[in-house]
């Protein structure tokens, strides 16, 4: 199961995020926490809408809640270690000035955002210098051919690039393979912003966004005090207290989404009177692929698949007429899926 880590300084509103994503709340005193959280998607709202099932069913990501990097000597590696195990990372930055100090007495977006990436860099480079040290002492075996790759990494971490921007050719990766570098893993920058300042674009969070498009990181602003209380709220005072703050939806919703397509995930949906439900795939994957995430049987007895793409059953309003256009389409087990699609895979076990 893939998962995003919510990472970053004490203080910032990580649990606070991850309790408003997976309505579980971290038990105090615990180093980190980990649950589902549902994927928000109007396109299942739509097809709610349309088939009316008994139930909806949302794609869903795995979310683990890590402890806030504070200074001292083994903090750190406490750090690192919750971190290991994920995929990518959810990067919260206080931007909030609260009724609470920030743990390096100011509020400094920027200068939190360097900290954090800077302990991730430095972890991976002391695991290269201790590759390159081994490497060195061999002259022989597997040992002597990982040099140059380590090498290039050593140069392109001592610039402080993250190492998902260094090109590497697939013999490459298969030498480092193994190796865990935190700055490989994808990150979106999820700034918690003071309520006043949501839709505004003040000259630091211009200067921060720049810093992580340099490093190909999606960036969104959200206040996390904000999405609590919409979370608080029934359904139709949501929709007035979101029109009052001009926002089209919650930013909790729109950081899952990112965080879902980060993770190298797309959708596809199943349909009918009983259930309406989302699937998570990744970009790339197969109809027999997609089988096999709705159930095993139904990938071991895969005859072929009907599918029409959700862009065309929307614009046209029912199955039948996009049937009757010619849109749907039967396709084999090797079919790539695309965003979007609504499957029904006939199998036969
Ligand atoms: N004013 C304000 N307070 C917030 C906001 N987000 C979180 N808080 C408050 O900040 C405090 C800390 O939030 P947490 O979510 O526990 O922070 P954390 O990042 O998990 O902190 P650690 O687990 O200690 O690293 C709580 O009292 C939250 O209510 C915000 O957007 N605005
Ligand atoms: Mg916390």
Known sequence: M??????????????????????????EGRQSATAMANVPDPRLDTLTAMYKPRRT??????????????????????????IRPVDTLIHVIRAFTGDFPHPLGSIDPMRDF???????????LALVETRLERAEKSNKGPGKAQRPVLEKCLAHLL?????????????????????????????????????????AEPPWLQRIAAAARDKGWPLLTLSVRIEQEISQLGPE?????????????????????????????????????????????????????????????????????DVISYADLA??????????????????????????????IRFNV
Not at 58 to 79: C, M, P, R
Request: hydrophobic fraction near 45%.
């Open 57 to 82: 069913v949302y794609g869903q990501i795995q979310v683990t809640d890590i402890a806030g990097l504070s200074q001292g000597s083994g903090k750190s590696a406490v750090f690192l270690d919750a």
């Open 2 to 27: 893939l998962t995003c880590g919510i990472v970053g300084l004490p203080l910032a509103g990580k649990t606070t995020l991850f309790s408003l994503l997976t309505g579980q709340h971290t038990p």
């Open 114 to 124: 360097d900290i954090v990436n800077h302990e991730l860099l430095l972890a991976d």
């Open 315 to 344: 614009a046209l309003g029912s199955e039948a007429a996009v049937k009757e256009k010619g849109l749907a389409r039967l396709v084999g087990k090797d079919y790539i899926v695309q965003d979007g699609d609504i499957l029904r």
């Open 159 to 199: 610039e402080e690039k993250p190492m998902s921007l260094l090109d590497l050719t697939g013999e490459e990766r298969e030498l480092l393979q193994g190796l865990v570098f935190f700055t490989a893993k994808p990150q979106l920058v999820a700034v918690n912003i003071d309520e006043e300042d949501l839709g």
């Open 237 to 305: 005072e949501q929709k007035s207290f979101m029109e009052e703050l001009n926002i089209a939806e919650p930013g909790t919703a729109l950081l899952a989404r990112e965080a879902y397509s980060l993770l190298g995930l797309q959708t596809f949906f199943t349909t009918g009177q009983d259930e309406v439900r989302a699937w998570a795939i990744k970009k790339g994957g197969t109809a027999l692929d997609a089988a096999r995430t709705i159930h095993s049987d139904m990938a071991r007895g895969f005859i072929r698949a």
